[in-house]
């Protein structure tokens, strides 16, 4: 069931609902997180030193065995499970997320990953655009890449609250991607949303960059002929707000 539920979110034509936002939330000196949530997915942006292991939990507030957990290390991005405290979590046989941004610059990482609402995991928690909290704990690494205990000093969790990001509101209702599935070009309507300053970024689902283009009008024809056939995302900016839809490459 869940692996037909995230075949509908990737080749839905569906346009976005309101997103709803953690905002920036500040688990530490120079390390701080956001969830995203629509009724497409989930969002998460992890930035923190880009010589520790970041880590964030989702729906609990200690290392409960069996829940939810994803982790940036040397080993690269891992979708990962909690064995209970002092145990080291396990790594998901199934890793359900996309790795969207994984970038370092003055010292600073900047992690950007996105999975549908549920996962393919029995362990995977289910992001609900509806809920008003989260539960969430946090670590990172005590001076190491190398993904592992991470001392008393370097973990703590929190509850976060979702609010309406309402310029990400304003830019999921009015923008349309068209024609989906696209062939040699798919047209990015912006509706009433000011297109000065817009840009959009197009993403394989292994996270890729394969394009990206300023804006220059209300209604953009991207040229797409060169690109595989296969499903790709695509970041719309616009109006210090942005949003991502999906669409389809024949």
């Known amino acids: 069931m869940k692996r037909i539920t995230l075949l509908?979110?990737?080749i839905s034509?569906?346009?976005?609902?309101?997103?709803?936002?953690?905002g920036t939330i500040n688990f530490a000196a120079g390390y701080s997180g956001q969830i995203d949530i629509d009724d497409a997915g989930?969002?998460?942006?992890l930035i923190g030193p880009e010589d520790l292991w970041l880590g964030i939990g989702f729906g609990v507030n200690s290392m409960t065995s069996g829940e939810d957990i994803i982790s940036i290390d040397?080993?690269?991005?891992?979708?990962?499970?909690?064995?209970?405290?002092?145990a080291t979590p396990s790594i998901d046989p199934n890793q359900d997320w996309t790795v969207v941004t994984n970038t370092t610059a003055g010292g600073q990482r900047t992690l950007v990953v996105t999975r549908d609402?549920?996962?393919?995991?029995?362990?995977?928690?289910?992001?609900?655009?509806?809920?008003?909290?989260?539960?969430l704990v946090w670590a990172r690494g005590n001076n190491t890449f190398i993904f592992g205990n991470h001392?008393?000093?370097?973990?703590?969790?929190?509850v976060a609250g979702f609010t309406l990001g309402i310029l990400d509101q304003e830019l999921a209702q009015n923008v349309r991607l068209y024609p989906n599935p696209a062939k040699d070009n798919i047209n990015i309507d912006l509706g009433a949303i000011n297109y000065v300053?817009?840009?959009?970024?197009?993403?394989?689902v292994l996270g890729q960059l394969v394009t990206e283009q300023t804006l220059n009008a209300t209604t953009t024809a991207v040229n797409t002929a060169s690109l595989p056939a296969g499903i790709y995302l695509m970041t719309i900016t616009a109006e210090d707000a942005s949003v991502t839809k999906r669409f389809i490459k024949q």
Do not use: H, W
């Open 8 to 10: 509908i979110a990737l």
């Open 13 to 22: 034509m569906c346009f976005m609902n309101a997103q709803v936002s953690t």
């Open 42 to 45: 989930v969002t998460v942006t």
């Open 74 to 86: 040397d080993s690269g991005f891992q979708d990962r499970q909690f064995l209970g405290i002092g």
């Open 117 to 135: 609402l549920t996962g393919n995991d029995a362990n995977d928690f289910e992001f609900d655009p509806s809920d008003t909290t989260i539960q």
């Open 151 to 158: 001392g008393s000093g370097n973990r703590d969790d929190t």
């Open 197 to 204: 300053d817009s840009s959009i970024k197009i993403y394989s």
